[in-house]
């Protein structure tokens, strides 16, 4: 990851670890690197021709489809607070790694059962168990190296994981009075967090994870920060709701503590408002097919800092040039208020995107069903949504004409190009008004159903979409 270029120093703390891999390179300018492999890794096929893609997603919606694309850089936020990621946010601070960490785990090599990949994969996708005293017996055997977890990891592997895992239990028991709880906690979460802690640099805790793990994926955080970041909603009767769990899925938290520390603020700290948690708060997906409904619709999504301020980031370097040199731009499917709006509003992304000289397209995958940020929304609604946020008021670079705050500054074809829906999905999609709008409309059908129904998206029907897309597309101007 070009990113790493000024992180060097940070790393030699462990630069003579055996046998780590190096970072994998940008995806569109990926050589061909002589690394020897973990026994039991599935060389990947060669890429050839095949188009690079910057894909703006969240933690689990995309997951689904990443397989579809075959040279692909990821930009995730670093906004979740819920999870286990809340504990660690809680206790430590820090950026929320949850998303991250499931993207990483996720596009690890394929590997046989058995084999050195696959008990990496096992280990760093796994969580402790729900109750209290039994997770932490069993956080005590993997930190103690004595989990059978720890089976068919290499030694080199192994020491260098929990090397930093006994790093985050020191960090952790320097916060005693804060009562960290390890119930359903991820082990991945762990080792990134502990990584990010040490080096300071999220980039850092990437490149050695995807080290670790033979992993070439390139997952780009959208704003480089150790401080957590928190988002906020406006509503289009004027209330506020702060926090990604209190916009997407709210759940009941606990008493704050009195006693936490505020904290510090700098021109770029993006810290919480909200109470200091005192547990995970848990979320199951399916909760989202019964939610509670928003009181009104989503106006705009923002940032925010310690105190409550708007704020208006810089989003990462790797991600504005990721903009500028890949072919194709895709908005994945998952939750858009919190996933996928959190990568567009930030200063400059706007321009990136309807300026790039090699975007030759820029594709919306349409959520097969609203949930509670989207509740009523047609397909055209998520297209000047989109639209909308980017063309934000605080763009630095106004192209055209603007009338006091409502600034045109690009059309919406210039962030998007073509919609890609499933057939039988439950959203409406006017493919007439989206014409209008110049977004191309790419009707797939999917094997993939939901519980209720609904059909879901898949490799395969994300593959064939992208397939129309090639065949169709339009040149971006």
């Avoid at 492999?37 to 689904?64: F, K, M, W």
Wanted: glycine share 8%.
């Amino acid at each position: 990851m070009a990113a790493l270029h000024n992180t060097s120093s940070h790393i030699d703390p462990i630069s003579a670890a055996p046998q780590l891999l190096l970072p994998a390179p940008h995806a569109a300018q990926r050589p061909h690197l002589d690394i020897p492999d973990i026994p039991g890794h599935r060389a990947a096929p060669q890429e050839g021709l095949s188009e690079s893609y910057l894909v703006i997603s969240g933690g689990t919606g995309c997951n689904a489809i990443c397989t579809a694309f075959a040279r692909a850089s990821y930009v995730l936020p670093v906004s979740d607070d819920g999870g286990s990621s809340s504990e660690i946010i809680r206790v430590l601070g820090g950026p929320s790694i949850g998303d991250i960490r499931s993207r990483l785990v996720r596009l690890i090599p394929p590997a046989a059962p058995g084999t050195p990949l696959d008990a990496l994969r096992t280990l760093l996708a796994h969580r402790l168990p729900s109750g209290n005293d039994a997770a932490r017996d069993e956080w005590r055997s993997i930190v103690e190296g004595r989990s059978s977890l720890w089976t068919g990891i290499p030694e080199d592997r192994k020491e260098t994981i929990r090397g930093f895992l006994v790093y985050f239990e020191g960090e952790i028991l320097r916060r005693a009075h804060k009562n960290f709880s390890f119930v359903n906690g991820s082990i991945g979460n762990f080792l990134l967090a502990a990584t990010q802690a040490f080096f300071r640099s999220l980039p850092s805790a990437v490149f050695l994870f995807s080290s670790i793990t033979n992993s070439q994926a390139n997952i780009i955080p959208v704003i480089a920060t150790n401080h957590t970041v928190t988002i906020s909603a406006e509503l289009a009767d004027g209330t506020h709701l702060v926090g990604q769990c209190e916009i997407s899925h709210p759940v009941a938290r606990p008493p704050s503590d009195e006693n936490e520390d505020l904290p510090s603020l700098t021109f770029d700290t993006i810290s919480p408002t909200m109470s200091a948690q005192t547990q995970n708060v848990f979320f199951n997906p399916t909760s989202k097919d019964s939610y509670e409904k928003l009181r009104a619709p989503i106006r705009r999504l923002y940032y925010i800092n310690a105190y409550g301020h708007e704020v208006h980031p810089i989003p990462t370097p790797e991600y504005i040039s990721g903009l500028g040199s890949n072919e194709v731009l895709v908005y994945s499917c998952g939750s858009f208020w919190t996933s996928i709006v959190p990568c567009l509003a930030l200063r400059g992304v706007a321009s990136a995107i309807a300026r790039s000289g090699s975007l030759r397209a820029k594709v919306l995958f349409l959520n097969s069903k609203n949930d509670r940020e989207t509740e009523g929304y047609t397909a055209v609604d998520y297209i000047l949504a989109i639209a909308r946020t980017l063309n934000a008021r605080y763009q630095t670079e106004p192209y055209g004409l603007a009338l006091g705050n409502a600034a045109t500054t690009y059309p919406v074809s210039a962030f998007v190009t073509h919609l890609v829906y499933l057939r039988g999905c439950a959203v409406h999609v006017d493919v007439a008004r989206a014409s209008e709008l110049g977004v191309e409309c790419v009707e797939v059908e999917s094997g993939a159903v939901g519980a209720d129904g609904t059909p879901l998206y898949d490799a395969m029907c994300a593959k064939k979409a992208l397939e129309q897309v090639r065949g169709g597309r339009h040149p971006c101007t």
